[in-house]
């Protein structure tokens, strides 16, 4: 499983993140999840006025996600302690977020605001690469020389083998109106996709049998009433 620390405002601008081929592990500091309230209240989370109406709508569709009863849950468990980790968060069969209690420190000075020190304190503390859209961030964090590997959300694709994020980036996003709002996490002991694969095919071979001794008592019924 490949694992990458990330804000999840990104979740809302480029919604194919939440939908690759293979396994992949989001790990987000608790803040940046907060800071999507204060996001939701701009009138303009990016420039273009169309693109913006978009992100916020997708925007709305990641809080609702984070506000779910068991999600919701699992993030007050990892504020209990700094540092703390919440227990894995399950998305889709490909996608696991886990949050972070992390704590900014002002380590790199005023050269990165308290989020930006977040997502690269997570990122070295879990080494792990960061992904971003932030071109400035990118060249700070390597002006500064932190020991950290970014990665610029354009490259993201064709790390695990999809096409680019910005060919995939289009004027209709029916990404996250696919994404499912109860998710795994929407219910206590939820069976996965996988678990409920594996079931069905039993149930539809019990089925005949079921069927079978059914028409054999009826049958049984009958003759007894004729004799």
């Known amino acids: 499983m490949q694992r990458f620390v990330v804000e999840p405002i990104l979740f809302a601008m480029f919604g194919e993140l939440l939908f690759p081929t293979e396994p992949i592990e989001y790990i987000i500091p608790y803040s940046t999840v907060m ?14 006025p169309r693109e913006n109406e978009r992100v916020k709508a997708n925007l709305e569709k990641v809080i609702l996600f984070f506000e779910q009863p ?19 968060i399950l998305f889709n069969e490909n996608v696991t977020f886990t949050v972070v ?6 380590e790199f000075g005023e050269g990165f605001d308290p989020v930006e020190t977040e997502l690269i304190l997570v990122a070295r503390r879990e080494k792990v690469p960061l992904i971003t859209d932030q071109l400035q961030l990118q060249q ?13 959300v354009a ?12 060919e995939l980036a289009l ?29 069905e095919p039993t149930s539809n071979r019990m089925l005949p049998w079921v069927l079978g001794g059914f028409g054999l008592i009826l049958v049984l019924f009958v003759i007894s009433l004729i004799q």
């Not at 490259?155 to 910005?166: A, M, N, R």
């Open 140 to 152: 700070r964090i390597v002006e500064a020389r932190i020991d950290i590997t970014v990665l610029d």
């Open 101 to 106: 209690n992390a704590f900014e420190n002002a």
């Open 155 to 166: 490259d993201f694709g064709f790390l695990v083998d999809e096409p680019g994020l910005e």
């Open 35 to 48: 800071e999507l309230y204060e996001l939701r209240e701009s009138d303009e989370v990016i420039s273009d």
């Open 70 to 88: 068991f999600v919701a849950k699992k993030l007050d468990k990892a504020l209990r302690m700094p540092w703390q980790k919440s227990r894995p």
């Open 171 to 199: 004027e209709d996003d029916p990404v996250l109106v696919q994404a499912p709002v109860n998710t795994f996490e929407a219910q206590d002991g939820a069976l996965s996709a996988s678990e409920e694969r594996a079931i």
